[in-house]
T-cell receptor
């Protein structure tokens, strides 16, 4: 089945630094990927839709200059948290759909636990 | 925006019991999805529903797409310890569009 690889799985960074998270579709092409944020014991909140070859579409209230998304190829999208602060600490998850299948469900990466100290 | 109300919020059951959880929405969806999330992992798709009234099974799991397109339920029969986790419903308006997630149902199964 479709596999989405997300890296790193955990990262600890100092306040004010930037962190890049990668999301790769391993055995399929994904023109669209989604980035979610999840706080402990809460649901997944969509941050942005990453479109291959074009600008990402951000959800209301998500700062596009803080959460930079780049979808440079059909198998890779990156999320960069710039000038990270402790309140950015969260679980970030990406998802992608294999456009070669009829299923409309998305395959999720295993998530990245970001801790800003 | 659209909101999904998922219930119950948590369940504590004995191994072997059946489980039922549901999701309701204030507006319609054209696709309903059910996911399971283990701690520290991303959600895994369990069942996808594409048509109002559709009833679909995946092993011990059964899910239905409500006739009004505003609700869906998930049943798990004969629960086992590995069923423990958080179950999320999600709705989509368009086939390849973004998903709106419910708040999740945390399932605990006592051996």
């Amino acid at each position: 089945g479709a596999v989405v690889s997300q890296h790193p799985s955990r990262v600890i960074c100092k306040s004010g630094t930037s962190v890049k998270i990668e999301c790769r579709s391993l055995d399929f092409q994904a023109t669209t990927m989604f980035w979610y944020r999840q706080f402990p014991k809460q649901s997944l909140m969509l941050m942005a839709t990453s479109n291959e070859g074009s600008k990402a579409t951000y959800e209301q209230g998500v700062e596009k200059d803080k959460f930079l998304i780049n979808h440079a190829s059909l198998t890779l999208s990156t999320l960069t948290v710039t000038s990270a602060h402790p309140e950015d600490s969260s679980f970030y998850i990406c998802s992608a759909r294999d456009r070669g299948t009829v299923s409309y469900g998305y395959t999720f990466g295993s998530g990245t636990r970001l801790t800003v100290v | 925006g659209q909101q999904l109300n998922q219930s119950p919020q948590s369940m504590f059951i004995q191994e072997g019991e059946d489980v039922s959880m549901n999701c309701t929405s204030s507006s319609i969806f054209n696709t309903w999805l059910w996911y399971k999330q283990d701690p520290g992992e991303g959600p895994v798709l369990l069942i996808a529903l594409y048509k109002a009234g559709e009833l679909t099974s995946n092993g011990r799991l059964t899910a239905q797409f409500g006739i009004t397109r505003k609700d869906s339920f998930l049943n798990i029969s004969a629960s086992i310890p590995s069923d423990v986790g958080i179950y999320f419903c999600a709705g989509q308006l368009t086939n390849a569009g973004k998903s709106t997630f419910g708040d999740g149902t945390t399932l605990t199964v006592k051996p």
